[in-house]
């Protein structure tokens, strides 16, 4: 049944404290009967046993059970071999506390393959009638006494059908008369099965063993046959000899009979009442009553030494309630629902103490989602952030003003057209609804495009200009201005609201927005035939942004001229006034020709025909006229290509609109131009801009993710440490690692269900409504649906990594490794 070749085990091998606890011991042991180990403490016996049982490895040799060699195996396939053949009997019971005591011998049944519910039941009912232990079945393993504790750990080793019964020193912890009932179980279920029996009471072995053998320092140093016929002179705890007490007297008065024996004789005045039933007894003090429901038992005979009849009619039935021709094959306990079914089992079992740690798993949740929130708006940079121009502008370096340059690049392909100078301009938005607001304005910053480059798809809503002063305005722009609740007082609180509305431009008659666009970029679309005439008279648009062609930008003293706004401004004439009039000369109609207000007239240095001081593309204006208006102004009129001359030499850049900007930007740089695309431009500078904060900001979010994380690990670690006893007693009975990992991870996933849900939905809640009102947060947090998966996921990986570890630690030990830890 069992055979040892030479086996040997050290304890701190190769060290100054090594121990050779298994020297060299080789044994054959049959296939029924009682072979107990006997020797002192500290001979090696259990550590043999365990070797013998696959709970502990060796270091030499080889252990053949039930002809298979478990010695060179892997832990996985030596599982399968002890739990199918060998059932464990331990001296400190290892129960499943936390389980009934039918559970507790039924997971062994449902480990073997054991799947039918009423063969299930009805084994472990026969089992536990066997050791007497049946009408408890139903208490938890934890509410036994130690004589009851050991019947469940009896019942667990033989319900399986195993060929070979392990215990070890089954009675250590038991009184004599529990002794006797549990070796009387043990001496029964030997007549078929070979039961290994560690033990150091002497005579317990001398009575109950059919073969003895001795150990000493490791050694095997004697291995007999016992004689079956031995006497076991063993004096029960709970039986008194009446005929054995040195002192005895019977009293008789009125039918009444009292017997009193002594171990010797004392004075003492005892008075006995009998009234109603009861008997009441009065020592004085002098002694303590014991009555018949202590299970002390009064033999009115002489002791005698115990022979074999004590154990003789103690039967059982190995396959009672077996299933026919059933072959044990290990089988897992853990599917994915009971997996998930004995985590809220055992989470609901919790103590208040663990529950309310339950609550730092909540925090944890939300912190997480916090951390990952921000994590995500830190990186993700979207358009509306950083966009300045229309996405499809290449910015072009022009140091010299070329004007050729722009009419070369013009008839590049895939280029639509180019525009002078930088997009960005600032409209006025009139919010005079109200007598209250009559003098309210906003300004809108945006990207001056042609109308002509839309198409009905980009429109959300209204239309496409159809007239000259109707304009679209892209939805980025006024969702800014919505955001910032600019509008609120007159009721701007949608893009359909903007429909209709007036747009002012200095210079420029009032132009009506007729559409609302959606093509990702702040746009602001006008027909192309006033792009210099906006550009010209519109202020310039602001943003924080920086370009990068800032080194040749537009020169200092165009400042003022270019807004249209200040006096001395050049302005095209057909924008002029109704009021406007010329009083002397003619309008302006060549290029560099200029009237301006009558007022200068009489003036040195203003006579018509002749030049004036100022300068447009480097040429001298010529006067031709005066002109009296209404408003008082020095405006210098000229005509429109005088404008345009004057635009194109004071800006070092210009803007080429293409739909494709990378190809048309590869040819631009073949050509020798300076170029960028406007939308790497933005986004580059942005994130430039913001590198400081993403770093604060990246670093804050991830040590509030590490603190949740190792408030995580520390809690599931702490949760672990407390049932390391009930992993040692699974992996001892025969359960699988994997078993293990499922039963953990099941207690995980339940766990952060739990905790994560609230946590997540809490700080979702919070930061949701936060990024309503403050931009800030906006900015710098993301919350939608997909970070509340993606942090539920976060914490389900590292949970199950941090809750696995610990058990992945002990799990590389023994079973016999793991009982021996003196913290469980």
């Known amino acids: 049944m069992i055979e040892l070749q030479n086996v040997n085990k050290y304890f701190n091998r190769k060290k100054n404290n090594e121990i050779h606890v298994i020297n060299d011991t080789s044994l054959n042991l049959p296939e029924s009967g009682i072979v107990a180990l006997l020797g002192p403490s500290g001979c090696g016996k259990t550590t043999l046993l365990n070797a013998i049982g696959g709970l502990d490895r060796i270091n030499s040799g080889k252990i053949y059970v039930v002809g298979e060699c478990i010695t060179r195996k892997s832990s996985n ?40 519910r009423e063969q299930v039941k009805e084994r472990v009912n026969y089992c536990l009638e066997a050791v007497g232990i049946y009408p408890y079945r139903n208490k938890m393993a934890d509410a036994l006494s130690g004589g009851q504790r050991q019947r469940v750990a009896i019942a667990r080793a033989i319900a399986k059908n195993p060929k070979i019964i392990i215990a070890d020193e089954p009675t250590g912890n038991l009184d004599s008369r529990n002794t006797i009932e549990i070796m009387n179980i043990i001496k ?117 030494a115990m022979d074999s009849t004590i154990y003789e009619d103690v039967h059982f039935r190995y396959d009672e309630h077996m299933p026919e021709n059933f072959k044990a094959k290990y089988t897992s306990v853990y599917n994915v629902w009971n997996m998930l079914a004995s985590g809220f089992r055992n989470v609901r ?14 925090c944890a949740a939300a912190f997480t989602f ?18 300045t121009t229309n996405s499809h502008y290449i910015t072009v370096a022009n140091p010299k003003h070329d004007e050729s340059m722009l009419k070369k690049i013009r008839k590049m392909n895939g280029v639509s057209y180019v525009t002078p100078g930088d997009t960005r301009i600032c409209v006025t938005l009139p919010m005079d609804d109200y007598y209250q607001t009559a003098q ?17 798809k980009d429109v959300i809503e209204g239309r496409l200009p159809e007239k000259g002063h109707e304009i679209v305005i892209d939805r980025m722009i006024l969702d800014k201005f919505i955001k910032a609740k600019a509008g609120n007082m007159v009721g701007l609180t949608s893009v359909k609201q903007f429909i209709g509305r007036r747009i002012k431009i200095p210079h420029l008659k009032d132009y009506e927005i007729v559409g609302v666009s959606d093509t990702k970029s702040p746009s ?29 930008g537009e020169d200092d003293e165009m400042d003022a001229e270019a807004s249209g706004e200040e006096d001395n401004a050049i302005v095209n004439y057909d924008l002029r006034s109704s009021a406007l009039r010329i009083k002397k000369g003619s309008a302006p109609k060549n290029t560099y020709e200029a009237v301006v207000n009558n007022s200068h007239n009489g003036e040195d240095g203003y006579t018509i025909g002749k030049t004036l001081n100022r300068k447009v593309n480097g040429h001298k204006l010529k006067l031709v006229g005066f002109y009296t208006s209404d408003y008082q102004n020095d405006i210098v009129y000229v005509s429109k290509d005088t404008v345009r001359q004057n635009y194109i030499a004071k800006q070092k850049v210009c803007s080429v609109y293409t739909t494709d900007t990378y190809g048309t930007l590869t040819t631009l740089q073949e050509e020798g131009y300076s170029a960028k695309i406007n939308y790497e431009r933005d ?88 990024m309503q009102g403050i931009d800030y947060i906006a900015n710098q947090y993301v919350v939608n649906p997909g970070i509340a998966l993606l942090s539920f996921g976060v914490l389900v990986l590292f949970n199950l990594l941090a809750g696995l570890l610990p058990v992945f630690r002990t799990l590389r030990k023994t079973p016999a490794e793991i009982l021996s830890r003196t913290d469980i």
Request: charged content about 25%; glycine content about 6%.
């Open 77 to 116: 396939k030596v599982d399968v071999i002890r739990n199918a053949k060998i059932g464990y009997i331990f001296q400190n019971y290892n129960l499943l506390d936390n389980r009934t005591v039918f559970e507790n011998v039924a997971i062994a049944l449902r480990m073997v393959g054991m799947k039918d």
């Open 188 to 304: 029964s279920i030997s007549k078929d099965r070979l039961v290994i029996l560690v033990t150091h009471e002497t005579d317990i072995a001398e009575f109950y063993a059919d073969r003895v053998v001795r150990i000493k320092d490791g050694r095997v140093v004697s291995d007999r046959e016992n004689d079956p016929s031995q006497k076991l002179d063993y004096q029960l705890e709970n039986k008194i000899y009446l005929k054995d007490m040195e002192h005895g007297v019977r009293f008789r008065h009125d039918g009444l009979t009292v017997d009193v024996y002594q171990d010797e004789i004392r004075e003492t005045d005892i008075k006995i009442v009998i009234r109603g039933g009861n008997l009441y007894i009065n020592t004085g003090g002098a002694f303590h009553v014991v009555d018949e429901t202590a299970n002390i038992e009064m033999i009115d005979a002489h002791y005698s």
């Open 349 to 362: 079992k919790f103590s208040l103490l663990k529950k309310l740690l339950l609550i730092g798993f909540v």
């Open 370 to 387: 916090t951390a990952v929130s921000n994590i995500f708006g830190i990186f993700n940079v979207q358009e509306k952030d950083f966009l």
């Open 440 to 456: 309210a304005s906003a300004g809108l910053t945006g990207s001056l495009s042609h109308s002509e480059e839309l198409e009905t």
């Open 524 to 552: 602001i679309f006008i027909p192309a035939s006033q792009t210099i005439d906006v550009l010209s008279n519109a202020k310039k648009g602001t943003d924080d942004t920086a370009s990068d062609f800032s080194d040749y």
């Open 683 to 770: 986004r580059t500078d942005y994130m430039r801009k913001h590198r400081d904060n993403l770093r604060s900001a990246l670093v804050v979010a991830g040590i509030i993710l590490l603190i949740s994380l190792i408030e995580i690990f520390l809690m599931l670690r702490s949760s672990f440490l407390s049932r390391i006893k009930e992993v040692g007693t699974l992996r001892a009975i025969g359960l699988k690692k994997r078993d293990i990992y499922r039963m953990f991870t099941g207690e995980i996933l339940v766990i952060t269900v739990l905790t994560a849900v609230p946590g997540i939905g809490a700080a979702y809640y919070l930061l949701y409504n936060l």
